[in-house]
């Protein structure tokens, strides 16, 4: 990315160095209370205070002044699904009846590339107001869904990871015919788009009772044929659901080891949800290195159960956090943090401010594996920034008269913040917000 251009944002700086332990553990992040990020050809080249780098500027480089804002890494959704962005707020269903009732229908649109296209720019916008700026993304069983997913983030410049969800059986026949030849389909997909820019391919099984073991084995030697491709499905979300993979599977002592037999668990594999795991299964996320994806308002809205941050970390498994719109209910990972500090508090666990947002940012970028271009305000790094406002609106505004500090304001941010919050959102450098 050689553009040429340079600018300099000006604002109170905040990046996380590693995972806080702790609410207040600040020696777990940087922050810098006047701070310039120099941006040249989409990178960043210098963070540092203004009072360093000032002096060091050329008098022709606009600087983008955000007094009293917050500059953090852009957010990373690490589960989300760029076909349900008319799914959300669909009443009444646990997951398999929510599936057949309304997914399966809304995602059959998607044989149009014309819907596919204007769906795709609706969903890069929702994500860039929300001041998301890389997501891992599923698309429908059409392989042309990926493809519009991927031509419109290619001149927005932002990191999109993003696979055809794979499907054999147990769908409608019109989600099941594209994918017949799925496995050739993704393929062609990953010589098309993987590492074309800031673009990214991810084999996407959908789940166990959609594939049979053979597109699963299938999905699995790909995955090990292309050493840098993610891997994304769902696991465990629902009690039904899991009672249909053990009776599909019926030789797999779990839903976990059917993943595990078909070679689809490993350090580049993103599990949704994983609720209902026993302590076997969880070994074996935490064994092969896989990421467990919270998913905390799709959980709470379909009704799928509790997901047990502390039982997972505790044993080793890399945590990361996700929207899943749209089982979820917000594009927000702002509202996605208030919701998982909630499912929490439900367990008599706590989610420390500083804690989310490092999963957010830090957190999320090394669950993708992409922990030394994305996530963090450094030099090298894509310069994918979000500037969050904790006074947005007048209750905001009114809690913030007596914050008690940075911790405080993030958390006033995470509980009560959403789209209105970001004031704007840099994607490579560029701001991709009207001013
Ligand atoms: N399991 C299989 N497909 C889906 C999906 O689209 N959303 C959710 N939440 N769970 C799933
Ligand atoms: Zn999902």
Redesign the pocket.
């Known amino acids: 990315m050689t553009d040429g251009e340079t600018r300099a944002i000006r604002g109170r700086l905040l990046t996380f160095l590693r995972a806080p332990e702790g609410a207040s553990d600040s020696a777990s992040y940087r922050y810098i209370d006047d701070g310039i990020v120099l941006v040249k050809d989409g990178r960043i080249e210098a963070a540092a205070p203004a009072a360093e780098l000032m002096s060091r500027l050329p008098a022709s480089i606009p600087v983008d002044r955000h007094a009293d804002a917050l500059i953090l890494p852009g957010f990373i959704d690490t589960h989300i699904?760029f076909p349900?962005t008319q799914v959300i707020a669909s009443y009444g269903a646990q997951?398999l009846e929510w599936?057949e009732k309304y997914?399966f229908v809304e995602e059959q649109r998607f044989a149009d590339p014309a819907h596919a296209a204007r769906i795709a720019e609706f969903f890069l916008d929702e994500l860039t107001r929300n001041g998301t700026t890389t997501a891992l993304a599923?698309c429908s069983a059409h392989p042309d869904s990926a493809d519009a997913l991927f031509t419109a983030a290619g001149p927005r410049r932002m990191g999109i990871i993003a696979g055809n969800a794979i499907m054999n059986r147990n769908g409608p026949a019109a989600l099941l015919e594209p994918a017949r030849d799925a496995i050739a389909a993704s393929r062609q997909l990953i010589g098309l788009w993987h590492g074309k820019g800031r673009l990214r391919y991810a084999v996407t099984p959908?789940?166990a009772i959609t594939s049979t073991g053979e597109q699963l084995a299938a999905a699995g030697a790909l995955l090990e044929e292309f050493p840098s491709v993610l891997m994304q499905t769902?696991l465990a979300?629902n009690h039904e659901e899991i009672a249909a993979v053990g009776r599909l599977f019926p030789g797999d002592p779990s839903y976990t080891a059917v993943y595990a037999r078909f070679g689809l668990l490993g350090p580049r594999s993103l599990l949704?949800h994983c609720i209902h795991l026993d302590d076997t299964e969880i070994a074996l996320l935490a064994d092969s290195r896989s990421v467990a994806v919270f998913c905390p308002t799709?959980n709470l809205f379909?009704g799928s159960g509790l997901f047990n941050y502390q039982r997972l970390a505790k044993a080793g498994v890399r945590i990361a956090l996700a929207t899943?719109v749209g089982?979820g209910t917000s594009y927000s990972m702002l509202r996605t943090a208030a919701e998982a500090y909630k499912v929490m508090q439900l367990q008599s666990q706590t989610l420390p401010a500083l804690v989310a947002f490092d999963l957010m940012t830090r957190g999320n970028a090394a669950a993708l594996g992409l922990d030394g271009e994305i996530g963090a305000i450094a030099a090298g790094r894509f310069a994918d920034l979000v500037v969050l406002d904790a006074r947005a609106t007048p209750a905001m505004a009114h809690r913030m008269e007596v914050a008690r500090g940075l911790e405080d304001e993030l958390f006033v941010l995470m509980t009560m913040g959403d789209d209105r919050a970001v004031r704007q959102t840099y994607i490579a450098g560029r701001p991709a917000l009207p001013a």
């Open positions: 699904h349900q997951l599936l997914t599923y959908r789940f769902h979300e949704g799709s379909i899943d089982g």
